[in-house]
């Protein structure tokens, strides 16, 4: 072999990445130490991105296209090594691959309950997942904010903490959207378009950008999806008789298909059919007939209201209490004035007898005399 096979072997000309895993991101060209020659060819396709990185600093960054590596086009590398024009000497460079087509259906999820009020159950709490897709926007940023000098980057190296961002997200967008627990099916578009506008803003500082954002599913706790059903249940069964029927329906479907076996189903089917057909029998009457229904009882009467008492204040003193019959008693008498002052249970403070429309009636006018003759 001669000297200048030897060289041209040692001498990268042709620079390119065809992808053969589907979650590779990133992947660093295989130069073995090997000098790019000058005037090589780098090929970069449709959803890549070409990134050289010279002594530890990142270059150029090559969108799609065929370039001929020379000095008119590596501004910034050829800033870095110094070269003069028309100096065509071989370099030495690490050249990244970076993958910038959607990374899609990947799954997201919350493994926590999250904590919200709502407007009808009250406190709350919520599980939910669904899917998403990722994009690389900005390759130099991506590659010094998250690959670093990682030879071949993959999805799976990033998916956690994106994910972690993804639920702080929904945490906080469903907790302050208001939006009942029984609607946000029919609001899963809206939320998603939000949730993932809000996520890019985060990861807009690694160079990446959340396209696509889906809310599969929004499920309340076991105890009150329960709660839900019977609730559900019982509408849908209209009223107290209609709803004793369905349980018993219910009842008997699942004792079918019980490890207990058919004798079991049978027997329990059998006794729910008498408590059934007693029960229509009672309601419909002998004839099939329904009876007239039975007059309320009739209520007691309230108890009888308490007597007011009357304490009465004259010279510095009180005495009582004095019942009603007492006063008039005393009114008779001449005891008791008009006005005198008196205080019963409820009264705001003292009081004249004539200004009280309960006593005011026992100071009535005397009868005039009868007529001559009588």
């Keep these: 072999m001669g000297i200048f096979d030897f060289l041209s072997g040692e001498f990268i000309d042709v620079i390119?990445?065809?992808?053969?895993?589907r979650d590779t991101m990133v992947w660093r060209f295989e130069s073995e130490g090997h000098a790019i020659k000058y005037g090589a060819k780098l090929t970069v396709r449709e959803g890549q991105a070409a990134v050289f990185v010279h002594e530890g600093q990142l270059a150029d960054v090559f969108r799609p296209g065929l370039y001929m590596l020379e000095t008119n086009n590596m501004p910034v590398l050829t800033t870095l090594q110094h070269w003069d024009h028309g100096f065509r000497s071989p370099f030495l460079s690490d050249v990244y691959f970076v993958d910038t087509t959607r990374f899609t259906d990947l799954k997201w999820g919350t493994k926590n309950p999250v904590m919200l009020r709502d407007p009808e159950f009250g406190p709350t709490r919520i599980r939910a997942f669904g899917s998403y897709a990722i994009r690389v926007t900005d390759p130099a940023r991506f590659m010094v904010e998250i690959v670093g000098t990682d030879g071949e980057f993959t999805m799976d190296e990033i998916g956690f903490q994106i994910r972690n961002i993804i639920v702080q997200e929904f945490s906080r967008v469903i907790a302050g959207s208001g939006i009942p627990v029984l609607d946000m099916a029919a609001n899963t578009a809206d939320l998603g378009a939000l949730i993932a506008a809000e996520v890019s803003k985060t990861l807009d500082a690694y160079g990446l950008t959340m396209p696509e954002f889906y809310i599969e599913n929004i499920s309340l706790p076991p105890e009150v999806e329960k709660a839900l059903d019977r609730r559900t249940s019982m509408g849908i069964a209209g009223d107290?008789?209609?709803?004793?029927?369905?349980?018993?329906?219910?009842?008997?479907?699942?004792?079918?298909?019980?490890?207990a076996g058919g004798g079991m189903a049978a027997g329990l089917g059998a006794g729910l059919g008498m408590a059934m057909g007693s029960g229509m029998a009672a309601a419909t009457g002998p004839w099939g007939a329904r009876p007239e229904p039975a007059a309320a009882p009739v209520p007691p009467p309230p108890p009888p209201p308490a007597e007011h008492v009357w304490h009465i204040a004259e010279n510095g003193q009180t005495s009582g209490p004095f019942s009603m019959a007492r006063l008039g008693r005393m009114a008779a008498e001449g005891s008791f004035r008009r006005d005198s002052y008196v205080w019963t249970q409820g009264q705001d403070g003292w009081k004249r007898a004539e200004d009280v429309i309960e006593l005011a009636r026992l100071f009535t006018v005397a009868p005039p005399p009868p007529p001559p003759g009588v």
């Design 16 to 21: 390119h990445w065809v992808e053969d895993r």
């Design 240 to 259: 107290l008789d209609r709803y004793t029927r369905y349980s018993a329906a219910e009842a008997m479907a699942s004792a079918a298909t019980s490890p």
